[in-house]
Structure formats: structure tokens, C-alpha cells
């Protein structure tokens, strides 16, 4: 029965921490073992001065010693034991915290994956229903288009922003059945630099238009485990996302470094940047800053980088503006040599 109990208490008493820090069970020992020093100098320094003890005629002081070590070796473990219990009781409140706050974030992505499950089914079913009539009507304006007088300008005007119109629509569906379907991806080692010049060649007539700069900085760094057309999607968004807020003659950066077992892509740019508080929401689908847009760019750049095992982030450049931040995986050596 004794071996039994002391076995059970063990873990809990005796040396195992309940939350990280310095195992339990020592302080009431050094509380002791400190009274017990306490009594044999404060009996030594008596005996110094030249005070005995004595009874019938016989010196005691040995055994007055003995009895102050034994009473300050007990109210030593006491006191030490009161440290234990309040140590045990503050790091049984941070393990109840953290599994709280666990257990928060865990309903949160739940109830949040919830949502985003029947927010796809109605984008899908919307998409679907819309497409075809787009394309109905996108085929008449452009036979009203050829069948107008040649001299007809405003006809041909009409039929124009018509058309222009339907091809917003038609990326808005593009964009709601992206974020409907999850990410499929074909991962394989790709170098960051092949990355960046894939994306810069497709925005390249965007980024001339608007007047930028592009700077980029893809110096020794490890190719990375990725999906090349998926990532040059997200990348090809980011820019066209830094096109539009920056100024004529801003400047937009494409840098990649390694970091800790990843490789981390940016994009930044001069821009107005984005305000702290709207920093996490920028990623939630349908939320945008802009009157035209349609906030799923973000959101969909989010699923991509997130089927990578990977994460993106924003944050401010140094100098001003946004800069957001794409980690992924570097590839294995295998992966390289295939």
C-alpha cells in the first residue's frame, strides 16, 4: 500500500512540472536544509559570545543545537512546501490557459471552416447558374457589335463596355469557383528565380502601365517544394494588387531568403500599406478595400499558400507601405534530382 501511494504521487509531487519551469520538489528540502544551517550558526555564534547552556551542571549545548535544527529544519520543508504549492497552483492555471485558449482557436477554425464550406457550395451554385447567361449575352453584344453601322459610335461604345462588363463578371465567377474548389496541387522543386521571372513576364505589360519600378532579389536561395503554377498565380496577384496602390514612379520588390528550414517569397511595394487592424482581415473572403474588387484574391492566395503547408502574412516595408510575406516548404534533396 505505502509503495503503491508514493508511486502515484510521484509524477504529480515529486518532480514532474506541470507547465515547462523547474521540476517541483526541491524547495521544501533547501527549506530545510536551510533552517538546519540557520540553527547551527545562530548555535555557533551563541557559543562565540560565550553563552552556554547547561542543566544539572551538564553542558547542552549540543543537544539545544540539535533541537533548533530540527524545529527550523521543519519550519524550513513548511515554508518550502507553501512554495510548491503556490508554484504548482500558478503553473496548473497556465496549462488550464493555454488548453482554453487551444480549445478557443480550435472551435474558432471549426466554426470558421463551417462557414467557408457552405460559403463554397453557394459560390459554386451561383457560378454555375450565372456563367452560362454571361456568355449568352456576351455572344449578343458582340453580334450587335458587327451588326451596327460603321458610323454608329455610340452602339459600338455601348456594346463595348457591354462586353468589358461581362469580362469582370466572368473573372468575378472565375474567382468565386477558385475559392469554391480546393487547391490541387502538383508539387515539385522549384527555383524561386524561374518563379519570379514566370511572374514578372505575365504582369509585365500591367506593371509598365502603371509606371513602377521592379526590383528584385532571389540570391542563393534554396529552390522550394511548391506547385509553379499555383504560386505564380499568388504571386501574379500580389502584383497586380501592388500595380494598382502604387504610385507612378513607386517602386515594387519581389525578394525571396531563406528562413529557418523555409524560404520566404515578398512582395512589397511603396504604397499607403495596409492598417494594422485590417491586416488579418484582408485574407477573409469578400472583404476588400477596393469599390471594384471582390475580396477572394487574397483569400484564395491564402488557400494556396496554406495547401503548401506553408503561411502568408502582411506586414509594413521598411520606408512605408505593405509587404507581404509567402512561407513555404524548402524541397528535399530527392526532389531536387528529380
Known amino acids: 500500500m505505502t509503495a503503491t501511494t508514493r508511486d502515484s504521487e510521484s509524477p504529480a509531487n515529486a518532480s514532474t512540472p ?9 524547495e521544501r528540502w533547501w527549506g530545510a536544509a536551510a533552517g538546519i544551517v540557520l540553527a547551527l550558526v545562530d548555535t555557533a555564534m551563541l557559543s562565540g559570545f560565550g553563552i552556554t547552556f547547561a542543566m544539572n551542571g551538564r553542558d547542552v549545548t549540543l543537544l539545544v543545537a540539535a533541537f533548533f535544527a530540527s524545529s527550523m529544519a521543519l519550519f524550513g ?3 518550502g512546501a507553501l512554495m510548491e504549492a503556490r508554484r504548482r497552483d500558478r503553473q496548473a492555471a497556465a496549462v488550464i490557459r493555454t488548453q482554453v485558449e487551444t480549445i478557443s482557436a480550435a472551435r474558432a477554425r471549426l466554426v470558421q471552416s463551417e462557414k467557408l464550406a457552405a460559403l463554397g457550395q453557394l459560390a459554386t451554385a451561383i457560378a454555375h447558374e450565372v456563367r452560362n447567361p454571361l456568355a449568352v449575352i456576351r455572344s449578343a453584344a458582340q453580334g450587335l457589335s458587327e451588326a451596327a453601322a460603321p458610323g454608329d459610335a455610340e452602339a459600338q461604345r455601348a456594346c463595348t463596355f457591354i462586353t468589358a462588363e461581362i469580362d469582370r463578371l466572368s473573372n468575378v465567377i472565375s474567382s468565386l469557383l477558385a475559392f469554391a474548389r480546393p487547391p490541387q496541387l502538383a508539387p515539385r522543386a522549384v527555383p524561386v528565380a524561374a518563379l519570379f521571372d514566370r511572374a514578372l513576364l505575365l504582369a509585365a505589360d500591367d506593371l509598365a502601365e502603371s509606371g ?3 526590383r528584385r532579389d532571389a540570391a542563393d536561395v534554396p529552390a522550394v517544394h511548391a506547385d509553379p503554377d499555383l ?8 502584383l497586380a494588387n501592388a500595380a494598382e496602390v502604387v504610385p ?3 517602386e515594387i520588390a519581389l525578394e525571396a531568403r531563406p528562413a529557418d528550414g523555409a524560404v520566404e ?5 511603396s504604397g499607403p500599406g495596409v492598417a494594422p487592424e485590417l491586416r488579418e482581415r484582408v485574407f477573409e473572403p469578400f472583404f476588400t478595400t477596393r469599390p471594384r474588387g471582390t475580396g477572394l484574391g487574397l483569400a484564395v492566395a491564402r488557400q494556396i499558400v ?3 503547408g506553408g503561411r502568408i502574412a502582411v506586414a509594413d516595408r521598411p520606408g512605408g507601405g505593405a509587404r507581404f510575406v509567402i512561407r513555404l516548404p524548402i524541397a528535399s534533396a530527392a526532389a531536387r534530382a528529380a
Do not use: N
Request: charged share 10%.
Open 306 to 308: 496554406e495547401a503548401h
Open 265 to 269: 517569397l515578398a512582395v512589397a511595394d
Open 212 to 214: 513602377v519600378r521592379v
Open 231 to 238: 504560386v505564380c498565380q499568388v504571386l501574379l496577384g500580389l
Open 77 to 79: 520543508y513548511l515554508v
Open 248 to 250: 507612378a514612379g513607386g
Open 18 to 26: 506541470l507547465h515547462g519551469g523547474r521540476p517541483l520538489g526541491h
